[in-house]
């Protein structure tokens, strides 16, 4: 009796029963926090563009392993269809537990190059799209006393790189924003939290240029690039931790302290 006991617990997984929503999901770090949270036996709702070539993908290695995901086209830029999203999540799952801002895009460029669509597109996309996402769970999240928010910032907002003023301001905004409505909701079961992902390996780094790639892995004191399960398993350590909020947690190797 006991034994089976034992084993019944083995088989409930820490997330079951949660709805988490992951932006950016249909590729590089968003497709593998949603496995990961898949994994856990979270519902996933993936937000990802209408014409992504690659979210499909996605959804048949979750089903294959038996996790749940619901793929719903968004963009998170535009208000009135981050709005349409969630009340489709609602409608159909009734709750959000986690929201995973993580949706990002880069238009790198010196400074005095930089044209304002460059400014627009990255500040839109990675920064008012978290505030879109934001805005719509808030009063859901208060009303059940639970959330978790996780905004995928980077190294970049805290450090600076050449060529990306508009990446740098959006990371470095998504701190702000999540230190402020950390504290905003700490009192109302709600955790905001930032995670500040190095140089992972994913199409977006890879990229860059090879001189400026190497440059930057020389300089890294762990001598790699990160891989995206080990930002998936920040988030995961962000959804379980309860008494932690407003932190931006480096995952990077080291190269920024
Ligand atoms: N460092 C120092 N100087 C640089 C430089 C660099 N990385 N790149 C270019 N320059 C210099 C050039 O030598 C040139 O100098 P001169 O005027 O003296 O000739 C000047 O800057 C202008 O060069 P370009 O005309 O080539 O500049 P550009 O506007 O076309 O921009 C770039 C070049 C797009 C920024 C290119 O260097 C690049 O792609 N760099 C990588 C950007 C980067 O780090 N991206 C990270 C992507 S990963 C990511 O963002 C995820 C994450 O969160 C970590």
Known sequence: ????????????????????????????????????????????????????????????????????????????????????????????????????????????????????EDWDTVIDINLTGAYNMTKQVIEPMIAQNYGRIINISSIVGQAGAFGQTNYSASKAGLIGFTKSLALETASKGITVNAICPGYIETEMVAAMPDDVKEGIVSKVPIRRLGQPEEIAQAVSYLISASFVTGQQLNVNGGLYM
């Not at 349409?84 to 400074?111: C, M, P």
């Open 1 to 116: 009796m006991t034994n089976q006991l034992f084993e019944e617990t083995q088989l409930v997984k820490p997330l079951t029963g949660k709805v988490a929503i992951v932006t950016g999901a249909s590729r590089g770090i968003g497709a593998v926090i949603a496995k990961e949270l898949a994994a856990q036996g979270a519902q996933i709702v993936a937000a990802h563009k209408a014409d992504s070539a690659t979210i499909q993908n996605v959804v048949t290695a979750i089903r294959e392993e038996g996790g749940l995901i619901e793929p719903i086209p968004c963009d998170i830029a535009v208000l009135e269809d981050a709005e349409r999203f969630v009340a489709q999540t609602i409608e159909k799952f009734g709750k959000v537990d986690i929201l995973v801002n993580n949706a990002g895009v880069t238009k790198d460029r010196s400074f005095r190059k930089l044209t304002r």
